[in-house]
């Protein structure tokens, strides 16, 4: 089975409280970075907590972005999962990050749905390629050409492989 999706799992610290505890804004910049991304938005639904924090989520026809924020502690949860060749989540996170004026970033690049039998063929399993990023805004970047550049160590795990890279800075 080819691969169905390209999921971004990042985490953004030192971010401005009032950029991540406005709900219109964060409902904003969600969906201008699912356009950033070449995504189809179908619906956004968003909710703002009491006293603090942000929870919404972008359908998109290519599946969706997520977050969840904490403005007391400058931290966001944010996922990207985009399915098809045309889009690009990484402009969506490079995106996200920048406009939460985001001090460190952590990202964990998965590609989604690599099928394989088992060798007596009585289940699948999937193997995930995963990459890891740790450091300031700049490195999400740079991700994408990092990915296909760097080699990466294969481990071998009970017949599942990982590919994982880690990169760590500050600002």
Not at 57 to 72: A, D, F, G, K, R
Request: aromatic share 8%; proline share 4%.
């Amino acid at each position: 089975m080819p691969t169905l999706g390209k999921h971004i799992i990042v985490e953004l610290s030192g971010c401005s409280e009032e950029e991540i505890n406005d709900i219109s804004k964060v409902e904003d910049l969600m969906n201008q970075a699912a356009k950033k991304a070449n995504a189809n938005i179908i619906k956004s639904v968003f909710h703002k907590f009491s006293p603090m924090g942000v929870s919404g989520v972008v359908v998109i026809s290519e599946s969706h972005l997520s977050i969840h924020t904490w403005p007391e502690l400058g931290y966001a949860a944010i996922d990207v999962y985009t399915c098809g060749s045309t889009t690009k989540p990484f402009k969506a996170c490079y995106f996200l990050a920048q406009k939460f004026k985001a001090k460190k970033i952590k990202a964990t690049y998965i590609i989604r749905g690599i099928e394989k039998k088992s060798k007596n063929n009585n289940y699948n399993f999937y193997t995930h390629k995963i990459k890891m990023v740790e450091g300031n805004v700049n490195t999400l970047k740079i991700l994408p050409t990092l990915v296909k550049k760097i080699p990466l160590n294969n481990h071998k795990n009970n017949n599942h492989k990982s590919n994982i890279l880690l990169l760590a800075g500050e600002k």
